[in-house]
């Protein structure tokens, strides 16, 4: 629109979501002036560029996963997915930018896999405080632990969380709880006596001793439960 003063404003007629970052739109208007009262009208070309940004990919799916403690080593998985809509709300054809490692995951480096032409999700594994996470291209994703955890006591939860990029690099956490279970103790010691019978009452006596794993081995401070 343009008023009598020559002033022009362009407005859009929707949010263009779904430009993708850097990319551009261009729209051209010519617009037709009077210089003088008695000349003929001028001609002039205005140049509006929109330039995309990006929009967060939305992230659905499955981003919990538990685990109850055993005596061997488990794993959990599950899938995401994700839609940009900067791309038309479908999964995007290509990664937006390429990120460093350091980039990505700051705290728990990740070791980045080759992007694809379909890449929805970073690919990459991560290490954990008690195991690994290995996630796809296609969002689907497994957290292995690295060892039985028989340390673990009886109820309590120990927490590992993920961070997952989409390729356009958008974060999911992924969090994973294991649930400790009650080992039972190793006892050693005397478990047996013996009496020769006398004119008297007699006694005999010993001496047991007891380590537990979810006690990293030794002596329990306290009983786990009442």
Do not use: C
């Not at 460093?100 to 700051?106: C, D, L, Y």
């Not at 690295?146 to 006591?153: A, I, Q, R, T």
């Amino acid at each position: 629109a343009m008023t009598a003063e020559r002033n022009w404003t362009y407005t859009l007629n929707s949010a263009q979501d779904r430009l993708a970052a850097g990319q551009t739109l261009t729209e051209r208007f010519t617009i037709f002036t009077h210089e003088h009262p008695w000349g003929m009208p001028q001609a002039r070309e205005v140049t509006v560029t929109i330039v995309g940004t990006n929009d967060p990919a939305v992230i659905t799916g499955d981003t919990h996963g538990r685990i109850v403690e055993s005596d061997v080593a488990q794993s959990v998985g599950g899938k995401l997915s994700a839609t940009d809509v900067d791309w038309g709300g479908k999964k995007p054809p290509r990664p937006e930018a390429t990120f460093r490692e350091a980039e990505i995951m700051k705290d728990k480096p990740i070791k980045d896999g080759p992007f694809g032409l379909n890449t929805p999700f970073i690919p990459g594994e991560q290490a954990g405080r008690y195991g690994n996470l290995v996630i796809a291209e296609d969002g689907a994703w497994r957290y292995v632990m690295d060892g039985p955890h028989n340390e673990f006591k009886a109820d309590r939860g120990y927490l590992d969380s993920f961070v997952v990029r989409t390729a356009d690099g958008t974060p999911k956490v992924i969090t994973v709880i294991l649930v400790g279970t009650n080992d039972a103790a190793v006892i050693t010691g005397d478990t047996g006596g013996r009496i020769v019978e006398s004119d008297v009452a007699q006694s005999v006596g010993g001496k047991l001793s007891a380590t537990d794993v979810d006690w990293g081995g030794q002596t329990p401070p306290r009983p786990e439960a009442t």
